[in-house]
Structure formats: C-alpha cells, structure tokens
C-alpha cells in the first residue's frame, strides 16, 4: 500500500490482527492520540484498501486487552495467557505506556487512578484542569507536587501531635472552645485541608467517580468535627442547649483520629496491603467462619466441663465464648482459665488448633501481597517511541 494515499473517512473501522477481525468507533481510538491506533499519520501504512480494513500481524490474544485499553479510557488488563515479556513487547509496538499493571486472580488490573490515562479534552477545563489534577494526586509527577504533598503529611502530623497534646488537662474543654492554642493549630491544619480537598473535587474530570473513593470520604471526616464542633459553640454561648444534648457531639471528636488515614494516599505500599486484603476477601471470610466456629464450639465445651466448680468464671455460653476468643488469639489475658484437668487439656487442644487453623489463610494472604509487593518493585516503564 502506498503510505500517502489517505485513509477512508469512516465512523468505525475494521482492524484484522492476524486474521482476526475487530471492529470499533473512530472516535474510541481517538482517546488516546499518542498511540499507533490513535495516530490517523501512524495507522494509515496499515490500511489494506481492497478489504477495507487494518492489517496487523501481531498477537492476537494480546489485541483483547489493546482494544479495551481505548474502550474503557485507559484501564488495562493482561490475558492470563500471555507472558509478561510479549505483552510488554505488545504494547511498545501500539505505543502504550500504562503506569504499571499487576497480576491478579482473575488477570491483570491496573494500581494507577485511570483519571490519570484521560487526555486533555476530556476534561472541563482542558490542559489546565489537567494539570491541576496531576499536580494534586501525583505527588511524583513534579518538584512542585511533591512539595504539596510534603506540606500535606506535615500538617497531617502536626494535626495529630496537637490532638494528642490536647489530651492533656483539658477533658473540660467544650466544643467551639476558640480561646485555646490548641484551636489555633487546629484551625490551620483544617483550613489547609479544606483548601486541598476543595480544589481535588474542582479539578476531578468525574466528580461522581471522585465522591465514590473511599479516601475521600476519609478526608471528610477528617474536617467535619472541627466545623461542627465550631457551629456547636455558638449555639452553646447562647444557652439553647444542655449537657445531655451536647454529649453525642463530643464524641464526634473520634472522628478526628480519621486525620491519620490521609496518610494512606502518601503511601503506594500502604495502598497496595489495602488492595491486597480486598483481593483476599474470600480467604479473610474463611479465616472469620473458622474462627467463630472454634469459639463456639470450644467455648460451649468449656461451659459444660467448669461450670460446676466453685466460684467459677465460666457462668455461661458467652462467658465462655470471651474466653475462647482470647485463648484462640494465644493472648491470653488471666481473667478466665480451667481449673480441672480435663479443662486444661482441652485449652491445650484449643491452642494448638487455632495456631494450625488460622495460619493456613495467612499463608495465602502472604504469598499474594509478595506477588503485589515484587510488581510494585519493577521499574516503570519509559513511553515508546513510534516511527512514523
């Protein structure tokens, strides 16, 4: 085919990947101008004008997961089939550079924001809200960016060091007490938040895809007290309330321990145990039901065998049942033990059945977060260069 003569102006197109044929929209592979697919310069030598279609010799299997990079904006998976070194090999010819893919149950999933893959257009304010974005979530993307996110854990710390010196000698406090230092400190690491998490949803390219993260939702909660504690105040100057009605909103101070989490959102080895455990639902569920059929099962024995002794401590079932949780766990606090010998035989059961038992899932939970935590080590991958 000759490389000059131009491409049929088409609202899909038929690619054929060594003799497999897919079909999509024009305007799914211009997502992502970068890319051979996306390139209408890079993709025409490629046009086949008798059959009206794309020819690509290359891995068929691999193509699966090329297409529905376009069609979900830049999420990506690896076909279990497929080596990590030809799907590498892969996506350097399409000209896709992903952050970095990870290997999972049910194939591949990518740890990176895919708000992160969208181009320019795709956001409200185009190239500015682009970099806005990038600049508050991706701490590693500039020196500026990061010296956001240095002031962010520093505040962080210093929220907290102030809620734990605070804890000393003022339990009178009041809510919208304004005439503390402790509300000073307090009053600047709010605001600061504030400001970060204001301008985050402002340049969010999805705000419903922004209010549906969970550490979000963290940071929220990490600001409310202080706003309600503050509204509290003044309602408390005027007299309109009293202590019964003001308890339940001191204990909204709890929330404020919330401040730590943000602390997540610094950390990708923190992310990735968090994502690690959400992979390992099932395994955590079979750890849970094993454990409450253990404490059940052997806290009901317990009962029958040392509720006859005198002044026992095992009055009944539930009592029991606290003491198997605390056997199980090999804690062991002192509050509760057999004074028989057959009581003393079945804790030694006990205790050897709950080592057995509850390490089996951890193994599997192990052997996954090493899998997650060697792929976080990879070094990551430079953008491809394509020739036109």
């Not at 899909?12 to 390139?39: A, W, Y």
């Not at 991706?138 to 710390?157: H, Y």
């Not at 929220?159 to 230092?181: C, Q």
């Not at 709890?254 to 992979?279: A, C, E, N, P, W």
């Amino acid at each position: 085919m000759d490389p000059d003569e131009e491409e049929p102006n088409f609202d899909t197109i038929t690619i054929n990947v060594s003799g497999k044929r897919f079909e999509t929209c024009l305007k799914t592979l211009e997502r992502f101008p970068d890319t051979r697919l996306g390139n209408p310069a890079l993709r025409k030598r490629y046009y086949n004008k008798t059959r009206e279609e794309y020819f690509f010799d290359r891995n068929q299997e691999a193509f699966h997961a090329i297409l529905y990079y376009y069609q979900s904006r830049g999420s990506l998976y690896i076909p279990p089939a497929i080596q990590e070194q030809v799907f590498y090999q892969e996506l350097d010819f399409w000209g896709i550079s992903p952050e970095q893919p990870r290997r999972g149950e049910n194939g591949f999933t990518l740890m990176d924001d895919a708000d992160h893959q969208k181009q320019p257009h795709e956001f409200r304010w185009g190239k500015v809200q682009k970099m806005m974005y990038v600049f508050l979530n991706k701490p590693k993307s500039s020196f500026g960016a990061r010296i956001w996110a240095s002031v962010d854990i520093f505040v962080i710390l210093c929220s907290v060091i102030n809620l734990v010196v605070e804890s000393y000698g003022n339990k009178n406090r009041s809510p919208g007490d304004t005439d503390t230092p402790y509300f000073a400190v307090d009053a600047t690491c709010v605001t600061f938040f504030s400001v970060d998490i204001v301008l985050r949803c402002l340049v969010a390219p999805d705000i419903a895809r922004f209010f549906k993260k969970p550490l979000n939702w963290f940071d929220f909660l990490a600001i409310m007290p202080f706003y309600l504690e503050l509204s509290l105040g003044g309602v408390m100057r005027t007299g309109a309330m009293n202590n019964n009605i003001i308890m339940p909103f001191k204990i909204l101070r709890i929330f404020r321990i919330t401040r730590v989490l943000k602390l997540i959102r610094h950390s990708g080895r923190l992310i990735l145990m968090i994502q690690v455990l959400l992979d390992c639902v099932y395994e955590l569920a079979m750890l849970l039901v094993i454990w409450l059929m253990g404490v059940f099962i052997f806290g009901t024995i317990m009962f029958y065998i040392e509720h006859e002794q005198e002044n026992t401590k095992f009055e009944s079932i539930m009592h029991s049942c606290w003491w198997s949780v605390v056997s199980m766990s090999t804690v062991g606090y002192g509050d509760m033990f057999p004074e028989t010998a057959l009581g003393k035989v079945v804790t030694a059961v006990l205790v050897f059945c709950s080592m057995v038992f509850l390490a089996l899932p951890m193994t599997i939970i192990v052997s996954k977060f090493n899998k997650a935590f060697e792929t976080l080590k990879k070094p990551r991958r430079k953008t491809p260069k394509l020739e036109k």
